[in-house]
């Protein structure tokens, strides 16, 4: 069936650094992706998203990168910070919506730990 | 700020017990779901719903049941508690709707059957 997975289950950068959290999906009729940071405790919080129409997406210290011939997505963190110490999820959807047109399908996390 | 909420963050249950998981949002969603979060599983899903009344099986409904009376609230029942239920519990809403910000979720219930 189809899958959204991880290449690396756990992160460790030194803080300042930039992150680079992995993503493959192979759902190639997947045209809506998105990225999502987990906290101990908490639930997962939206980061960014990104259409299938685009390669590339910012956000404030973020960049989402899209490339659909080898069907890969990535999460740029800019200048890691303590706080960003998470788990990131990617997910993926087919029909464009987090909704009724296409349930959102989650990678299983890439644990991100920032070193002082 | 919009917000899904869920009742308990902790809960201790019996084996055999009927439970009751509440989720409730604010932001006048269509779609909601609930997923359970094991170590090394990641997120399953386990029932959705688009509208009120209606109700979709997931990857793994068994031993669950949902019920979804009004557009707000979407509630998890479990009808008879088992140790392997023993799991994070997160609910989530969608609206489905441009533009899209994929789901928003709930804080979780760390649910313990004992």
């Known amino acids: 069936g189809e899958s959204v997975g991880l290449h690396l289950p756990t992160l460790s950068v030194q803080e300042g650094d930039n992150s680079i959290i992995n993503c493959a999906y192979s759902?190639?009729?997947?045209?809506?992706f998105i990225w999502y940071k987990q906290e101990s405790g908490k639930g997962p919080q939206f980061i960014i998203d990104?259409?299938?129409?685009?390669d590339k997406r910012q956000g404030q210290r973020v960049t989402v990168l899209l490339n659909k011939t080898v069907k890969h997505l990535s999460l740029q963190i800019a200048a890691t910070q303590p706080g960003d110490s998470a788990v990131y999820f990617c997910?993926?959807?087919?029909?464009?919506?987090?909704?009724?047109?296409?349930?959102?399908?989650f990678g299983k996390g890439t644990k991100l730990s920032v070193k002082p | 700020d919009v917000k899904v909420t869920q009742s308990s963050r902790y809960l201790v249950k019996r084996t055999g017990e009927k439970v009751f998981l509440e989720c409730v949002q604010d932001?006048?969603?269509?779609?909601m779901f609930w997923y359970r979060q094991d170590p090394g599983l990641g997120l399953r899903l386990i029932y959705f719903?688009?509208?009120?009344?209606?109700?979709e099986k997931g990857d793994i409904p068994e031993g669950y049941s949902v019920s979804r009376e009004k557009k707000e609230r979407f509630s998890l029942i479990l009808e008879s508690a088992s140790t392997n239920q023993t799991s994070m519990y997160l609910c989530?809403?969608?609206?489905?709707?441009?533009?899209?910000?994929?789901?928003?979720f709930g804080s979780g219930t760390r649910l313990t059957v004992v």
């Open positions: 989530a809403s969608s609206s489905g709707q441009e533009p899209l910000y994929g789901y928003t």
């Open positions: 759902n190639s009729a997947s045209d809506y």
């Open positions: 990104i259409r299938s129409n685009m």
């Open positions: 997910a993926e959807s087919e029909g464009g919506y987090g909704g009724s047109q296409g349930n959102l399908i």
């Open positions: 932001m006048d969603h269509e779609n």
């Open positions: 719903s688009y509208d009120v009344k209606m109700k």
